[in-house]
């Protein structure tokens, strides 16, 4: 198996992008993946002291907004041009610095105008510095194949395509849900060393068309009546920490 793919997500529900290698940490998160969060205005998280990992319910996300899937997202934290980039289907770009105050406002009167009818309160931007706000509070990466990923397709009369599964790492394989069998198993990945802990669970945010973002039939049923099963890919814990980029090699130790 080898890595075709590195993906992260930095703001919970949006796009993510492509990026060309990932340096991972001991006991970590995939680099810059869900690390902010935009909330629903909900007082708790109004209220929650900055870096809280809460619930998504509490957040905006793909499972309940389908019009996220207009947007994608890349996180560059250094650099001349540092900051979130968040890209509109149609070509257009808007650039916020979550250091600055004022920018965290400019990116929560953007979806507040947006989404209006979705939020109880006034949005806010949340971050995270050492976790991020995916779905369990553990830290987990996610991985899956690209033959999974084809089956999907395939059996489903779609596209292959991660932006629907959001994925972290995707690699190569010759058989599809090729990487269930590592689960309980460890691997060593470019410098990293990984432990292979539990499926990934599918939820709603499977049936939004990344094209279009328009929300299509239910998938999750789908899957567990076609494959008797509702799961793609496999979440992982980084033992320990090394750089992984495309091109490497997982090895099973």
């Not at 105050?101 to 931007?125: I, N």
């Not at 499926?199 to 567990?224: E, H, K, L, W």
């Amino acid at each position: 198996m080898l890595i075709k793919e590195l993906w992260h997500y930095p703001i919970k529900g949006l796009g993510g992008s492509l990026i060309d290698l990932a340096v991972l940490e001991t006991g970590g998160y995939f680099p810059n993946d869900r690390q902010f969060a935009i909330s629903t205005g909900h007082a708790k998280t109004a209220n929650a002291v900055a870096g809280t990992w809460q619930k998504k319910a509490f957040f905006l996300q793909l499972m309940t907004d389908e019009t996220l899937a207009d947007y994608s997202c890349q996180f560059t934290p250094d650099g001349a041009v540092k900051g979130l980039h968040i890209t509109h289907r149609d070509g257009s770009v808007n650039h916020f610095d979550p250091s600055k105050p004022k920018d965290c406002t400019r990116l929560e009167d953007f979806f507040a105008a947006r989404l209006e009818a979705r939020f109880s309160g006034h949005p806010r931007l949340m971050q995270m510095d050492q976790q991020a706000y995916s779905d369990q509070s553990s830290p987990l990466i996610s991985i899956a194949s690209d033959a999974s990923l084809n089956t999907f397709a395939k059996a489903t009369g779609t596209i292959a395509d991660n932006r629907r599964f959001r994925i972290n790492v995707i690699i190569s394989a010759d058989q599809p849900f090729a990487e269930a069998d590592l689960i309980g198993k460890t691997v060593r990945c470019g410098t990293a060393l990984l432990a292979i802990k539990a499926p990934v669970g599918r939820c709603a945010a499977i049936n939004v068309n990344p094209d279009t973002a328009q929300r299509g039939p239910d998938y999750v049923a789908f899957m567990r009546a076609h494959f008797g099963h509702s799961n793609l890919g496999v979440f992982a814990e980084i033992i320990d920490g090394g750089t992984i980029k495309s091109g490497d090699q997982l090895i099973v130790t």
